[in-house]
Structure formats: structure tokens, C-alpha cells
């Protein structure tokens, strides 16, 4: 699974907010809440569900695990 944004996409609304950490600055960033429906989201946690949403989806349609 390709990682890239999965710490700025909201986990909930799949959406990239202006509130989200972006870039070497926003790696000091552990919380931040989404401008676009409100969740809450701690930085690791919310990159984990995205992660594992995009799996799971793989594994839906028939591309198997390694």
C-alpha cells in the first residue's frame, strides 16, 4: 500500500483538510482535527485505518496478500 497521504487524508470523510499536517513542519503534528467533518485524529492512528482501508479494498476485488 502506497503511504503517501494516508496521515493527511481524514479517515472518516476520505478527505484532504487545510487543518491536516502537511510536510516536514507538520511532522511535529500528533493531532489534528479534520475542517471538513470535525474528527478528531491522532496522526498515526488515522495513517493506520487509511492503510488498512486501502487493503482491504485490494483484497475485495482478488489481489492477493504476500
Known sequence: VNESYTTQ?????????????KGRAGLRIR???CAECGTWHDRDINAAKNILAVGLDRLAVGIPSV
Request: charged share 10%.
Open 31 to 33: 493531532g489534528w482535527t
Open 9 to 21: 487524508t481524514c479517515s472518516y470523510c476520505h478527505k484532504i483538510s487545510d487543518s491536516s499536517p
